[in-house]
């Protein structure tokens, strides 16, 4: 049997190279060894020329994940990290099959793990949209010129002036931090997206591993999350916020709950989310008080009741065939607002085969259920959030136009924090400190500095959205909202052009 | 670019058709040929208790589609009297689609059960607008609308509109840029008795449109201004806002400014209509029986000058228009961005404005 153990090592696809006659490792440096939380990167004796034994950097050729924090923190930019992909002679039988299957079947088995959103081939709709602009009979605006809006309110609207109008978020930018719970990432990245959204007037989501009481005084700029764990949920918990959420499912995993071993579950998570300390914390698949959307509407209203009606209830699902149905049905529970996930939305922990074959893209599914709320003349109730995917700030605004009231940034908001997308966020071994609450990494996020860059994510994405909306001659982003005439198809078939509801370039 | 004017009598006194067609045609410049129209408010006073439509049919008079919109017509409605238009073709104008005009009202026992008139009369306006061939040119009680192919002043002279005696005469020169010239897409457009003239490019078009759509509003006619009509009709008739507030969710102030003052009603109103904001540049006249709205866009992006000279008020893109009509008005202003003009008749039955001109408002 021990012969066989080589048949399944896993070839490394990446690796560090160091520049031996850039690095410092001769006075004694070894920045890479202690930055590198995987365990890359080893110390080798060597001997000097003056016999000194010195230590310099080693790859040990078995855990880079390429997340470039070596790379990043290397005073003397000696280091960058080689993809030397496995080479199959076979086809069809690529390196990412055969080694999943390898990773499978050489150690203890079971389903593969896999962080952040899916990677597959699946078609961008993003990519073949184009933005209308002004020319000749149309002036553009010049947003340093003209006043440019994109203040949005979230929540249910009455159909005419004079009846009641709802309890509404007021968002300065059309922009929200996505649910994270604590647990998955740090309490400072919490902290970070908590500062951020009340500098610059917007909100960010819990998640559903409970508000840490620290952070309660940001709650005007909180929406807190009820999963399928109801961890943490009480009914403080729910009136210390702006609104709450209640998370069917997500993008990266429709359809399945989430896992949270015991051994991350330290004191203060264990606090926050009310379970004992080093106890799993499981998500069931379904709420088990949900089997039907009788069900959901019993809970949108046991959480309006507890919250007085004065805040609004949001239903986050992921982007199923049905979505169109689903969210109609939502609509009619009573929800005020609707998010609705795409399968390219980012996780912690989730299945790889769930991530990369679940769900549908963003871009139809919003399409879809905006055209089937309009259709049923209930736009009005609900605001739909959009989330899963996006990339830059014209997916926002593509988003917009294809029907969004706002959408959810997560994987964004990572990378502005440093995050470098290895896809190893459940290990709990992130370099960046990001999704990991151990001593000696936590710490590398620093709130004040976190803090900043997401108010720079969120207004460099804003100026960015106003200039699109300048070139295409809207000074309110209201008026974008389902716009699909400022949209065109590029290289879609007709079958995705109706469902996007947009017109081929050249008509 | 296009052209517009807006002649108003505040006394309902009647004037003839000439005055707008020289009010329009001294803007011939902001216009390319593609389409010219006029409505005219007061022109049946011997029917002024039922609906006048002027249906436009494609082709000739032996179009097959006539007699189906006709069966259609039969079947929701009283016919009291259906006329051709008269045309009068001439050399810049040679020939064109044929108008019929219908005086017609529903019989009471048609109307569903908490359905007004009007409403019923756009379910039926809507409908014909979605037959094939047939166009509703317009649809209110004592007014008509007279559009075409060709500069206004030879619309005028093929519809003859010095025959028609109105107290408030709106006018358009078209200079198409994004729907093809047609003579369906030449403005006004009209719902009831709403008309609309419209200078400008609508940006936020897809938008007013899928919320018109949720009300049962069908925009059918190729081309952006008539979502104007419909957004006004929606929200005065329908739910039943004045028009000071209507011009507010079309044109509204800016958060920055509603935040300063602190005023409830304006916020509310923009939250709740934010898909009916209109956006990019517009200059409109929008008239119905009781009065006109003139309004710009936020930008203020398109030229529109207002005036007063006596009981008559006017508006219009360029000032000659008011000065050939009017050499010494008393007042001639430019309205600021946003800022609607609201003239209202209605207000003359109220005891002590009895007899007097109509209240001017600038909001």
Known sequence: MDDMKNNWKIIPPFHPEFDLERCDYKNGCKICVTECSFGEISLKPEKGKDGEIQYRPWSNMSACNACQRCVKMCPQNAIHIAFKPMHTSHGYWTSDYVGNLWRQTGKSGGVLLVGTGATGPQKRYFDYMMFDACQVTNPSIDPLREPMEIRRYLGSKPERYGEKIGPQLKLEVPIMFAAMSFGAVNIRVHEAEARASQIVGTYWNTGEGGFHKNLRQYGGNTIVQVASGRFGVSEDYLKSAAAVEIKIGQGAKPGIGGHLPGEKVSKPISETRMIPEGTDALSPAPHHDIYSIEDLRQLIFAIKEATEYKIPVAVKIAAVHNVAPIASGIARAGADIIVIDGFRGGTGATPFQIRQNTGIPIELALSAADRRLSEEGIRNRVSLVASGGIQCSSDVLKLICLGADAVYIGTPVLIALGCGVCQRCFTGKCPYGITTNRPGLAERIDVESATTALVRLLMSWSEEIKELMGSMGISAIEALRGNRDRLRGVGLNEEELKILGIKHAGT | MCGIVGIINTDRKLIDGNYIREAIRIQRERGNGLGGGFAVYGA????????????????????????????????????????????????????????????????????????????????????????????????????????????????????????????????????????????????????????????????????????????????????????????????????KLPPKDACYVMAPSLWEDIDRTGDEKKKNLRQIYGPAIVNGPFGIVLSHSNGAIVLNDRNKLRPVVCAKAGNTFYASSEECSIRLLSPDVDNLWSPRGGEPVIIDFSVEDTQELRGRKAQWSLW
């Not at chain 2, 979605?130 to 002279?157: H, L, Q």
């Open chain 2, 44 to 239: 049946y006073p011997e029917n002024k208790d039922k609906y006048a439509f002027h249906i436009m049919y494609e082709g000739s008079q032996n179009n097959p589609y006539i007699s189906m919109v006709e069966d259609y017509i039969r079947s929701r409605m009283v016919i009291y009297h259906s006329e051709q238009i008269p045309v009068y073709p001439n050399d810049r104008i040679p020939r064109g689609p044929y108008f019929k005009r219908y005086f017609l009202k529903p019989l009471a026992e048609f109307l569903a059960p908490e359905q007004t008139e009007e409403d019923y009369i756009v379910e039926v306006v809507m409908a014909i607008n979605k037959m094939e061939g047939a166009f509703v040119v317009s649809s209110g009680k004592n007014m008509g609308v007279f559009k075409g192919m060709g500069y206004p002043e030879d619309i005028a002279d093929y519809f003859r509109i010095e025959d028609y005696r109105g107290y408030m005469w709106i006018a358009h020169n078209r200079f198409p840029t994004n729907t093809p010239g047609w003579w369906g897409g030449a403005h006004p457009f009209t719902i009831l008795d709403k008309a609309v003239v419209h200078n400008g490019e609508i940006t936020s078009y897809g938008t007013n449109k899928r919320w018109l759509e949720m009300y049962g509003y069908y925009c059918m006619l190729q081309t952006d201004t008539e979502v104007i009509s419909y957004i006004y009709d929606k929200l005065t008739r329908g739910d």
